[in-house]
């Protein structure tokens, strides 16, 4: 700061000089506009803006969510800004609650513009002078993490991009021999942000390795641009993968698919050192790596190529790979835009990551609490569980089958907690572990009264669990006939199907009320009863096997009832099989399938 005085430093001519160059002020600009929108997107606050410090004020050319009159005038007193302590001291201003920081406390843009939490950084010129911020705020405290100062450093690098090209467009007027040169300079550099701006949008929302490869993808065709781009990913135990390129020639060093992180190779060197590494023609990559690497990227014709690390907040995750088929020298408005592309990358890839962990341990969770049929005297059992192909949609879907001492013989249970998350799966171990004690310790009560017994403990334990099962007591009859007893209660579960040895089919409608830890119920449930002659079938499943998009429910059920008839005759396992591969449509089934077969 000159002499100590803030006045200086906002009134220095070579910076005034600059805001006035740059031809923005007090009046709404696409394209600072646009860096304003993208803040607010990527950092979720509800006011974003590109603040420039005139001397005696601060002009919004770009903004986000101010509320009026400031909205419309698109400027403040300097009693109002916070953007002049980041002009002054040219560092960023990151403050959780600015009431309580004595630098701001008794700025007027807290009672009047609502400003509690605030981040500013730097937007500087060429020749180092600040001209002002770009600024996230919120209106209540706020923790800023490293990543979202991270995001809004690049967001600043970029939108301090788009001024300094601006201020060279002014002195490329002045230059009339150079103004050619600078206008191409300007296009490029302008479609580049544009490139930035557009995949940090499209990298957000991927969710599959496969998506990341496919939205920087088209950043290939376009003229000037890399002719190959390609995504490789860290695996354990020091390899490398690289992710599937349909229609696309491999680089040399990923042509393998899977390769060592120690390897004499480009990509390999990237993820080791850590840093973007460029090879501008067949020369320089033959200097550096074995002849027979400089051979294979001739012969895909990549004369020049840049590997650019994927670096996320713990670990490198992988390498962001590009080629051009003739040489080419990187300018640093190039680099900038591959490094930040890799940033949004890596930020992509970490929760692509963090999802496919998620996801991991809940179906793993879940299916380690499905259980092992038993074996039962006269009864042959066949369970089927099939995940949702749904990224999240983890659930509560259920059987069990447990033996009880004395009468019934067996118990049985097909369920369904409501929702599609790791909270319902937690929720579905406890009820099945619940329900399978309930109908051990009670073998003489009947299925309704189990569930009821059920229904009490969720009320008496506080578990928030809701949603239907089928609940059933099978007993030999004690003639030596080969017939079962089956007793059921129906809390508000997709009807069985009972299938005779003829190949009649039966459908069990009879059912109560879903069932719930909030006591909804206001009538006792009630038990049904049916006698399976020898080669019968029942069936059981969840909702997740006759949901499709489109078609009616009672068309579903129609159509289950078909096929089951057809299989009339054939044992559990292959009624079990034929019913998955022929109701669930592979790859898109969006919620879990459970079914449960039992033949006399």
């Known amino acids: 700061m000159p002499d100590g005085r803030p006045d200086l430093v906002l009134c220095d001519p070579g910076r005034t000089g600059a805001l006035h160059d740059s031809g923005l002020s007090a009046r709404a600009d696409s394209a600072m506009d646009r860096f304003a929108a993208m803040v607010r997107v990527q950092l979720r606050v509800p006011v974003a803006l590109v603040s420039l410090v005139e001397p005696d004020r601060q002009v919004f050319p770009g903004m986000q969510g101010l509320p009026e009159p400031w909205a419309t005038a698109r400027h403040t007193p300097l009693s109002h800004s916070f953007c002049q302590h980041v002009v002054i001291t040219g560092e960023p201003l990151v403050l959780t609650d600015a009431r309580t920081v004595e630098l701001t406390s008794d700025n007027l843009a807290i009672p009047d513009l609502g400003v509690v939490a605030y981040a500013g950084i730097p937007l500087t010129d060429t020749d180092g002078h600040v001209l002002g911020s770009l ?28 001024i300094r090209l601006r201020l060279a467009t002014r002195q490329g007027k002045r230059d009339r021999d150079r103004r050619d040169e600078l206008a191409t300079q300007l296009d490029r550099a302008h479609a580049r942000n544009e490139i930035l701006l557009s995949a940090a949008q499209a990298l957000a929302g991927s969710r599959t390795l496969e998506q990341i490869r496919h939205e920087i993808s088209w950043f290939v065709s376009a003229e000037h641009r890399p002719t190959y781009i390609g995504l490789v990913v860290a695996e354990p135990g020091g390899m490398l993968r690289r992710v599937p390129e349909p229609g696309r020639p491999a680089l040399a060093d990923t ?64 390498v962001l790979t590009l080629g051009w ?45 499905l259980t092992d049929l038993p074996s039962v005297p006269g009864l042959r059992l066949a369970a089927r569980y099939r995940p949702s192909e749904v990224d999240e949609a983890v659930g509560g879907d259920w059987y069990d089958a447990v033996p009880v001492p004395g009468a019934p013989a067996l118990a049985v249970t097909v369920g369904d907690i409501t929702g599609h998350d790791v909270h319902a799966s937690t929720l579905m171990g406890q009820v099945r572990s619940m329900m399978r004690q309930t109908a051990w310790n009670l073998p003489e009560a009947g299925p309704a009264a189990t569930v009821e017994a059920l229904e009490t403990a969720l009320i008496g334990l506080g578990i928030p669990a809701s949603g239907t099962l089928l609940h059933a007591h099978l007993s030999p009859r004690p003639d030596g006939s080969g017939r079962w007893e089956l007793t059921s209660t129906n809390a508000g579960h997709p009807p069985p199907v009972l299938v005779h040895a003829d190949g009649r089919t039966e459908l069990l409608t009879e059912h109560d009320a879903l069932f719930s830890h909030l006591g909804f119920r206001t009538r006792d449930r009630t038990d049904q009863r049916r006698t399976l002659e020898p080669g019968d079938l029942v069936f059981l499943y969840t909702d997740g096997l006759i949901e499709r998009r489109g078609e009616d429910l009672d068309q579903a059920i129609d159509r289950l009832r078909t096929l089951l008839s057809r299989l009339a005759g054939q044992p559990p396992e292959a009624v079990a099989d034929a019913a998955l591969a022929h109701m669930v449509e592979p790859g898109g089934h969006e919620d879990d399938v459970v079914l449960l077969a039992i033949g006399t």
């Open 135 to 162: 600024c996230a705020i919120d209106t209540r405290p706020r923790t800023w993490t490293d990543d979202e100062i991270a995001t809004l450093t690049d967001l600043a690098t970029m939108c301090a991009t788009e």
């Open 325 to 369: 088929d003739r040489p080419h020298t990187l300018d640093s408005a190039e680099r900038v835009v591959i490094t930040t592309l890799a940033t949004y990358t890596a930020q992509a890839l970490e929760r692509v990551r963090q999802l496919e962990r998620r996801i991991s341990v809940a179906r793993e969770l879940q299916e380690a609490m």
């Open 255 to 318: 042509e393998v698919g899977v390769f060592r992180a120690d390897a004499a190779l480009a990509t390999a060197k990237a993820f080791r050192e850590r840093r973007l590494l460029c090879y501008e023609d067949p020369a320089a990559i033959d200097a550096e790596f074995p002849d027979a690497v400089g051979r294979l990227y001739r012969d895909l014709r990549l004369h020049a190529t840049a590997c650019a690390p994927l670096v996320g907040s713990r670990d490198v995750l992988g």
